[in-house]
């Protein structure tokens, strides 16, 4: 049985950073693609960054330059790392897994239960 861990989320002030860690158990971190979504209460969860079993890293737009997506294969851990941070990014935070080499199609069976992160102005 797939489970994931997000741990990180917090409340920081804009302009400041945070780490986001997600633990999977029951999943192969170094050949399967892993990525972070967010979603806001009343819309719909997008995704914020992908990293591909060969370690290729893609960013919504909205992100870019801003955030980080990275592994580590020994401690079997991904991390989303957030610099810039904006109100605007204030979300729940999600890690999301599948069996695959390929971010694409977007489409993510395993879910963790979410960190929140508020960013004050």
């Known amino acids: 049985q797939v489970q994931l861990a997000e741990s990180g989320g917090d409340t920081v002030q804009s302009g400041g950073s945070l780490r986001l860690s997600c633990v999977p158990s029951g999943f192969d971190i170094t050949t399967n693609s892993m990525a972070w979504f967010r979603q806001v209460p009343g819309q719909e969860r997008e995704r914020v960054a992908c990293l591909d079993g060969v370690e290729r890293a893609t960013y919504a737009d909205f992100v870019k330059g801003r955030f980080t997506i990275s592994r580590d294969n020994a401690k079997k851990t991904l991390y989303l790392q957030m610099d810039s941070l904006n109100p605007e990014d204030t979300a729940m935070y999600y890690c999301?897994?599948?069996?695959?080499?390929?971010?694409?199609?977007?489409?993510?069976?395993?879910w963790g239960q979410g960190t929140r992160v508020t960013v004050s102005a």
């Open positions: 999301a897994a599948k069996e695959s080499l390929w971010c694409d199609p977007p489409h993510y069976p395993f």
